[in-house]
C-alpha cells in the first residue's frame, strides 16, 4: 500500500508542467503584433515594459523550457516529422540570416519561429501524450477565440461603418490602433482568428443532439457573420472551403443535407428563382466590388510572385533569412511557399511543403484507419480538419505558418497532434493487423514458433 502523501508528491510536478505550459503559450500569443523594434531601446516607461515583454513572449519557451524541464522532471520529446520538417525549415532560415550578416531583427523571427515548437515540447511531454495533444489544442483555439472578441471589443465604437454597399468592418486597421502598444490586426487577420470559432461550433452543432446543438450554432453563426462583415475575400472562401469540408466528413445526414442543399440551390441558380439584385450584392460584397476582375490577377499578386521568383533564383539554395520578402524585394510575398523559398531557399521550401503535405497524410491516415476511438476524439478530429483546411487554403494568397504569425500558432499543434496520434496509435494499429494475416497455424503458436500445447507439455515439434 503506497504512502498517503506519494501521491500528491508524484502529480505535484504534472501541475506545474501544465501551468507552465499555459504560461510558455501566453507568451508566444503576446508576441503578436509585436517585434524585435520594441527590444532596440531599453524601456522608459510601464508601456515600454509592457511592449518589450511582449517582444520576448515567442522566445519565452527558448528561454525558459530547457531550464525548467529537468527540475520538472519532464524530458524533451522527439518531434513528429511533420514538425520536425518545419523545425528544419526554421533551423535554415536561421541559418541564412546568420550566413547573410542580417541583424537581430531578421534572425529574432526565425527564433520566435522554433519558440513555438518548444512551447509544443513543453506542452506535449509526459506521460499520456494525446491528451494532452488534445487539451493543448483547445486551448490554442480558446486563446484564438479570447483575442478575436477582445479586438471586437476594442473597436466596438467604430467596428461598423456605413459603406458603399451596407454595413461593413473591413478596412479597419486605418481607423484604429492600440495607441502605444501598437496597430490592431486587419480585417484579414481577424477573420482568421473567426474561423476557429465557426468550425469548431459547425462541428458540435452537427454531431450534438436536442438543445446542446443551440449554443454551438449560434457561436458558428456569430463566427461568420463576422467574417461577412470583415470583408476579408480570402477568409470568406477559405471558411467556405473549411465549413464544406467538415460537413462532407460529417458523412450521413449532415452529408446527404449539404449535398441536397448545393444541389437545389444550384438549381435554383439555374432557373434564375433568386433575384438579380441579391446576386449582385452578394457578389459585389464578397469580392469587395471588384468583381472577377482583381481576381483574376489575385488583385496584384501575380506581379509580387514573378518579383519574388526571381529575387528566389539569386539565392536558390541558401536564401536571405525571415523576412526577405520585405527586405529584398519590399513587397509582403502573399504566398506561403513563396515565402518559405525566400527565407531558406529551395530547401526550406521543400521542408514547410513537405511539412505541410504530410500532415494531410497523416490527418486521412488517422481517418482511414480509425484512430478516433470514441465519439469526443473523432468529433476532435473533424474540428482539426477543418481548421487545417482553412489554414492551407490560406497560404496561397498569404505567407501563414511560413513565418511567426498567427497562422503558425494555429497550424503547429495541429500537426504536433496529428504526429502524436499517428505514434500513439499507429504501432497498434500496426500490430493488430499483422495479427490478423497471420494464418491460423500462427495465431496458435507461441514465440518460439511450435504449437503451444505441445511446447506446454514439452513434447517434440511435429512438422506442419
Known sequence: MSRPGFAVAATTPRVWIGWLALLLWLGCWAGINAGPWYLEEPPQDLVGWVNALRALGPLLPLLLWPLLSPLLRQPHRLPTLAEGLWIGYALLSLQAALLTGADFA????????????????????????????????????????????????????????????????????????????????????????????A???????????????????????????AIWLLQARQGIFGTVFALGFVVWLSGGRARFVGIAMTVLAGLALLAGLFPQDWLDYISAFATRGDGLSKLQSMTGRDLIWRLGWRAVEQAPWLGFGPQADRRVIGLNAQNGLLYAALAAGYPGAALYLGGLLWGWVLFVRALLRGYARDGAERLFLLQVGGIMAYLTIRNIPENTAALYSVDLLLHAPLLAYLGTLDRVRGSAWQRARQASARPPWALASGQSGQPVGQAARGAPVMPV
Not at 512551447?119 to 506535449?124: N, Q
Not at 471586437?152 to 459603406?163: E, I
Not at 452537427?206 to 457561436?219: S, V
Open 106 to 197: 531578421v534572425w529574432y523571427w526565425a527564433l520566435a519561429y522554433l519558440g513555438v515548437f518548444a512551447a509544443i515540447d513543453g506542452a506535449f511531454g509526459g506521460v499520456d501524450p494525446l491528451p494532452r495533444a488534445m487539451a493543448t489544442n483547445r486551448l490554442v483555439w480558446l486563446l484564438a477565440t479570447l483575442l478575436f472578441v477582445w479586438m471586437l471589443f476594442f473597436a466596438r465604437d467604430v467596428l461598423l461603418v456605413q459603406g458603399k454597399m451596407g454595413l461593413t468592418a473591413h478596412g479597419l486597421v486605418r481607423r484604429i490602433d492600440l495607441g502605444q502598444f501598437g496597430p490592431i490586426s486587419r480585417s484579414t487577420g481577424m477573420a482568421r482568428l473567426a474561423v476557429v470559432p
Open 199 to 225: 468550425v469548431v461550433g459547425l462541428v458540435m452543432a452537427l454531431e450534438r443532439r436536442g438543445l446542446w446543438r443551440l449554443p454551438w450554432a449560434a457561436l458558428s453563426l456569430a463566427a461568420l457573420l
